[in-house]
């Protein structure tokens, strides 16, 4: 890797990943494994004049949708790039990281470099002329030449670069203190979770928009929660939408791999746009699924328990579960839907079943009384003992003996 990956200006792209590490470690300290790694980079800032003035956060948008060998030829461009039109006291530290952005920082030279802004902006679009990808600047000025403010700047140099969650990409944003605001409360979490509860049961995909769109306005409003908070956010709503799924009728055998799919996803993703469209993905697939599993099963589904339990009445194993799964859908779902169409629940309905069937048996006289009950489905005499007496209140030997006296 080490001898074909050189950016045109000869700098060994593992230097950049090392570089990008860095930056990792700096603006993430919570996720690093030890302290701000690169102590020798440390000190060789201080001894060439210091800690930065600024930070920058030059993100690729649509990078990960890239195929992998024009992501290498992108990663070259974008580095030959900034060393070419920069000059070095505007790019130290020039590092990709967090899978598609660039972060960078530099020393400002009175009288020179006043025009920094104009200069990253006329960067930000030739990356963008070349590489073919809408890209999104951020930058942030130190407050003091010190480690504190240089992480300090770092951290809001991506938290400007996110405003393209809500503005647009394409743009050069600069950091100001009133990007940032109070977080939501508590009371609000919980509302969006019913709020996307009440959207993934109706399973009608033409809420979705209007929910997420509420919903979004305000996970990924200015504020912009740091990633340890924002990520289990994020996570516990597609756990619990996953689950509402489910329990509204739609294979578990699909949601399963599909939740593990954009967990896994959300907990690598630092790009917040591209954890908004996970996220959204997420409700929109669940509710999707909702109402493909309504469409499809409405109509046939009451009628296709019915001809199982005629089929299966005498199994003693049949019940909720086992229907269930041979009618593919989720038990709780299936319970409700039954009840909602019938007027009576499924256990019951199947005991009903049951005793009309050992009537007609214990009329016919062939039999014995425990015979009869396992010819009826029942597990067990005590079992079809203490149906039997629910529904008409007398034993089975002593239903058939008045049977039998009224006919005599």
């Known amino acids: 890797m080490e001898s074909i990956l050189n950016n045109p200006s000869g700098t060994p792209i593992n230097d950049l990943f090392w570089n990008g590490m860095f930056w990792n470690q700096l603006i993430y300290p919570e996720h690093a494994l030890d302290e701000v790694g690169g102590s020798t980079l440390l000190k060789t800032l201080e001894s060439e004049g210091g800690f930065p003035d600024f930070a920058a956060c030059l993100c690729l948008d649509g990078y990960s949708n890239l195929l992998p060998e024009k992501k290498t030829s992108v990663m070259q461009m974008v580095a030959g790039l900034l060393e070419a039109r920069l000059p070095e006291n505007l790019r130290r530290l020039a590092g990709f990281t967090h899978v598609n952005a660039f972060y960078f920082c530099g020393i400002i030279n009175p009288g020179i470099d006043e025009n920094l802004q104009e200069r990253l902006e006329a960067l930000r679009q030739e990356v963008c002329s070349v590489s073919r990808l809408p890209s999104t600047l951020g930058i942030a000025f130190t407050r003091g030449r010190s480690l504190p403010n240089w992480r300090s700047a770092a951290q809001h140099a991506v938290v400007a670069q996110r405003r393209k969650v809500r503005f647009g990409c394409n743009r050069t944003y600069i950091y100001e203190e009133s990007f940032l605001s109070p977080s939501f409360s508590k009371s609000e979490h919980w509302r969006f979770g019913a709020r ?94 909702v109402h493909n599993c309504s469409k499809c099963l409405s109509g046939r589904l009451v009628s296709e328990v019915e001809r199982i339990i005629k089929a299966c009445l005498d199994d003693p194993g049949l019940g909720l579960k086992i229907i269930s799964q041979t009618v593919g859908t989720n038990p709780s779902y299936l319970s409700r839907r039954f009840k909602q169409e019938k007027g009576i629940g499924l256990s019951e309905y199947i005991n009903m079943h049951r005793i009309e069937k050992a009537k007609r048996l214990l009329m016919d006289g062939k039999l014995g009384i425990t015979e009869v009950a396992y010819a009826a489905g029942f597990g067990s005499m005590q079992n079809f003992d203490r149906v039997f007496r629910q529904v008409e209140d007398m034993s089975p030997r002593d239903w058939r003996k008045s049977k039998s006296f009224q006919n005599e």
């Open 196 to 289: 996307l509860d009440n959207l993934v049961k109706s399973g009608d995909p033409g809420r979705t928009d209007g929910v997420l769109r509420e919903v979004s306005g305000v996970l990924f409003r200015e504020n912009y929660l740091p990633l340890n908070h924002l990520r289990p956010i994020l996570q516990s709503h597609i756990i619990l939408m996953a689950q509402t799924a489910r329990e509204a009728g739609a294979d578990d055998d699909g949601i399963t791999p599909e939740t593990e799919s954009y967990l896994s996803q959300i907990a690598v993703t630092f790009d917040y746009s591209d954890l908004k469209s996970i996220f959204e993905s997420a409700a929109e697939n669940f509710t999707r699924r």
